[in-house]
């Protein structure tokens, strides 16, 4: 069935750096794959969205890809703020039907 | 701005008990969603509605049914409540299939 993985382990990086998450998907190809941050006790919040006729998308400090190949998409935050520190959820669209399929999130801490 | 509003952010119930958790987005969106939140499981969908009165069940619906009278509201309803459905609920609309989704803040519930 079709699965969407994060890396369950916090990524621990310094103010400044690029930190880059992974989403790795398996059993099928979606057509899209949506990103979003997610603060505590707060819902999460869209920030980027790439088809898969798209190899990348920016959107100020945010750059997404999407690589079918490898059936990965990778998320970085260049010049890291310890404002950045959130849940990153990355999301698919579904096998069949209309929704969305989400990874269990990977925790960012940025130290400043 | 999309504005989701969920109607409780904490819920205590008992087991046993209807338990209604209620949603109103006011962008007129056509599209709406109840996930269930679990620490290492991610976002999971319930129930969603690409219209009022439509309604599709997701990958966990058992002990749920859902209810849309109104296209900005969305209402989650567990008919007998278990300990087992304890956990943050988050509800999200999005315009049209494949757009970004817009999130509450959640319901934190908890059966006793």
């Known amino acids: 069935s079709q699965k969407i993985e994060q890396n369950s382990e916090a990524l621990n990086i310094q103010e400044g750096k690029t930190a880059t998450l992974t989403c790795n998907y398996t059993n099928y190809s979606p057509a899209y794959l949506q990103w979003y941050r997610q603060d505590p006790g707060r819902g999460p919040v869209f920030l980027l969205l790439i088809r898969e006729n798209e190899k990348e998308k920016r959107k100020e400090r945010l750059k997404v890809t999407f690589d079918t190949t490898l059936k990965q998409s990778l998320f970085h935050i260049t010049a890291s703020q310890p404002a950045d520190s959130a849940t990153y959820l990355c999301a698919a669209r579904a096998e069949y039907g209309n929704k969305l399929v989400f990874g269990a999130g990977t925790i960012l801490r940025v130290k400043s | ?63 749920y049914s859902v209810s849309r009278e109104k296209k900005e509201r969305f209402s989650l309803i567990l008919e007998s409540a278990s300990t087992n459905q304890t956990s943050m609920y988050l509800c999200a609309s999005s315009r049209l299939t494949g757009q970004p989704q817009h999130f509450g803040d959640g319901t934190r519930l908890s059966i006793l």
């Open chain 2, 1 to 63: 701005d999309v504005k989701v509003t969920q109607s409780s952010r904490y819920l205590v119930k008992r087991t046993g008990e209807k338990v209604f958790l209620e949603c109103v987005q006011d962008m007129d969106h056509e599209n709406m969603f109840w996930y269930r939140q679990d620490p290492g499981l991610g976002l999971r969908l319930i129930y969603f509605s690409y219209d009022v009165k439509m309604k599709e069940k997701g990958d966990i619906p058992e002990g």
